[in-house]
């Protein structure tokens, strides 16, 4: 730069010397004139030449920068790509453990609904086979109905036993041949004779203590009446005591005492498949 600017100083002075013996005072002043505009123009392109300079560093600054922060987001792409790939992978296969995880659980709740579907057909045909065993029977207190896929047959305890009495009367010893006779042709029916009574509280009845006293030993005259005289097998049948605790009717009169006091004879198909199913 100084350089240019001594050879332009130089220039104008060899132009004066050189015509010094003819150059008029207006061509010199004229020539003055030129070397200020020159050096006006050297001076403003020099400030112009270090602005340029000074936007080429912080240019060459901004470029390092970017090309850092460019890096910089290729690697957390590359990061992203990677986790994604494996996400995707862990996916895919947790997907496919869930959608066979599915398959098994419908299989198996259609095998339960079949075999449900099948205790409701045993029930209704064992319902029906029974309604028509027992039609004698059921102007007298006795019922035959379908509770949740099992037959209930219930017997007032006035078709049973006389009042307070554990001893099956003859009326309720041919109701129960009946209803064997049907039982001893389904050995696949589990039986649960349950025992009810009425709130009133037991007399002096000797041995009987209370309604639960009363209750147990209702259903357990049955269940000995079901497998000693009528030949059920003794590993069919449960019985047990409700006393007055699962009434039929909650009116506290004579008629609503009635109907709960009574022996329920519980009727259900086995359902060794399903439990097999369920464990």
């Known amino acids: 730069m100084k350089y240019l600017k001594l050879l332009a100083t130089v220039g104008v002075s060899s132009l004066l010397l050189s015509s010094c013996v003819v150059m008029s005072k207006k061509k010199y002043e004229r020539l ?46 590359g990061d992203l790509r990677g986790n994604y790939a494996t996400l995707r992978t862990n996916s895919s296969s947790e997907i496919n453990k869930l959608s066979e995880d599915l398959k098994r659980r419908e299989q198996r709740l259609k095998e339960v609904e079949d075999i449900l579907k099948k205790r409701d057909e045993a029930s209704n045909a064992l319902k029906d086979r029974l309604q ?13 109905e379908m509770r949740d896929g099992k037959v209930y047959v219930s017997l007032t305890d006035k078709l049973l036993f006389a009042t307070g009495s554990i001893i099956i009367d003859e009326r309720g010893k041919q109701a129960l041949h009946e209803l064997a006779k049907v039982l001893n042709t389904q050995p696949e029916i589990n039986i649960a ?20 006293d009363l209750s147990v030993l209702r259903a357990t005259s049955v269940v000995r009446f079901l497998t000693a005289d009528q030949g059920i097998s003794p590993n069919r049948v449960m019985a ?12 506290n009169t004579a008629e609503g005492r009635s109907k709960n006091r009574r022996i329920e004879i519980v ?12 464990n």
């Open 32 to 77: 003055l004139s030129d070397k200020d505009s020159l050096s006006t123009g050297w001076n403003a392109s020099n400030v112009k030449i270090e602005s340029l300079e000074s936007e080429l560093g912080r240019l060459r600054n901004d470029t390092a920068f970017l090309h850092q922060k460019i890096a910089g987001l290729n690697k957390e792409l």
């Open 193 to 212: 004779v349950e025992g009810h009574t009425d709130n009133q509280r037991v007399g002096n009845l000797g041995q009987i203590k209370d309604n639960w």
């Open 132 to 144: 028509k065993a027992l039609l004698g029977f059921q102007d007298k207190g006795l019922t035959v």
């Open 240 to 251: 047990t005591g409700k006393g007055e605790f699962q009434p039929l009717n909650n009116e």
């Open 267 to 278: 009727l259900s198909p086995k359902l060794d498949e399903l439990y097999k199913l369920i």
